[in-house]
Nanobody, 123 residues
Framework: QVQLVESGGGLVQAGGSLRLSCAASGLTFSSYNMAWFRQAPGKEREFVARIWTAGSTSYADSVKGRFTISRDNAKNTVNLQMNSLRPEDTAVYYC?????????????????WGQGTQVTVSS
């Protein structure tokens, strides 16, 4: 079965950096478009970044210029480098996978999800 396992979350001060990783198994990773979403307490899950099979990327306006998504098809991993973190980045971060391209910024557009990793940014 498909498994997505996130790691790398933690507690960091504002202005700091974290690198999240998502290890995928049970699927042909290179054929899947990958994304990161996040969900803060009391809020809906929101799009953060995505990377297509060919490597093109897009970002939410709130993280553009601070976050970088990348993928390693040889290792079946997708990463999210987060720099200049802010308290409002505090959330559970989820990795997601899809073969489709519609609804690319919506949770409903993704078929598989990880369990999430907590990121907490203190002020």
């Amino acid at each position: 079965q498909v498994q997505l396992v996130e790691s790398g979350g933690g507690l960091v001060q504002a202005g700091g950096s974290l690198r999240l990783s998502c290890a995928a198994s049970g699927l042909t990773f290179s054929s899947y478009n990958m994304a990161w979403f996040r969900q803060a307490p009391g809020k809906e899950r929101e799009f953060v970044a995505r990377i297509w099979t060919a490597g093109s990327t897009s970002y939410a306006d709130s993280v553009k210029g601070r976050f970088t998504i990348s993928r390693d098809n040889a290792k079946n991993t997708v990463n999210l480098q987060m720099n200049s973190l802010r308290p409002e980045d505090t959330a559970v971060y989820y990795c997601a996978a899809t073969k489709g391209i519609v609804l690319a910024t919506m949770p409903g557009g993704y078929d598989y999800w990880g369990q999430g990793t907590q990121v907490t940014v203190s002020s």
